[in-house]
């Protein structure tokens, strides 16, 4: 079964064989979903969310931004040459990358394994329509 069959199937029907993937928050920092947009003026989009809403960062580099919500809902920006919406990326975030990785595997989900640094990894997929979506390890142990 195809993805425009799945949904047309929870569209017209409300009918799910759902099972979520197994995240598990990471235990060492409060983030476990975010909506990554690039920015061509980073300083300016700092002080765009500072000034105007009052923004509390969650985290703040010299090139990347989480502004975490009251709610504790999350957001992200990060300093990019492109500024296109194919440059977006939905992020979700979990100690136990194996465990969802299995689990994506069973569902013949293609995916892509990178690693961001000797401690971290993530697994890179792409929508039908081109959106990115990453699925970010914690800090793993060598």
């Given at each position: 079964?195809?993805?425009?069959?799945?949904?047309?199937?929870?569209?017209?029907?409300?009918?799910?064989?759902?099972?979520?993937?197994?995240?598990?928050?990471?235990?060492?920092?409060?983030?476990?979903?975010?909506?990554?947009?690039?920015?061509?003026?980073?300083p300016a989009e700092v002080g765009f969310?500072?000034?105007?809403?009052?923004?509390?960062?969650?985290?703040?580099?010299?090139?990347?931004?989480?502004?975490?919500?009251?709610?504790?809902?999350?957001?992200?920006?990060?300093?990019?040459?492109?500024?296109?919406?194919?440059?977006i990326r939905i992020q979700w975030f979990?100690?136990?990358?194996?465990?969802?990785?299995?689990?994506?595997?069973?569902?013949?989900?293609?995916?892509?394994?990178?690693?961001?640094?000797?401690?971290?990894?993530?697994?890179?997929?792409?929508?039908?329509?081109?959106?990115?979506?990453?699925?970010?390890?914690?800090?793993?142990?060598?």
């Open positions: 079964m195809d993805y425009a069959t799945i949904g047309l199937k929870r569209i017209r029907e409300g009918i799910s064989d759902r099972t979520p993937l197994p995240f598990h928050a990471w235990k060492d920092f409060p983030l476990y979903f975010t909506v990554e947009y690039p920015v061509k003026n980073f969310w500072t000034q105007v809403f009052g923004a509390e960062f969650l985290s703040l580099s010299e090139d990347y931004a989480i502004v975490q919500n009251e709610d504790g809902s999350t957001f992200s920006f990060k300093q990019r040459d492109a500024n296109a919406p194919e440059e979990t100690d136990e990358l194996d465990s969802v990785l299995q689990s994506l595997s069973e569902r013949n989900a293609a995916y892509e394994i990178r690693r961001n640094s000797d401690i971290q990894r993530f697994a890179g997929l792409v929508t039908p329509n081109g959106v990115k979506v990453e699925i970010w390890s914690g800090a793993e142990e060598k």
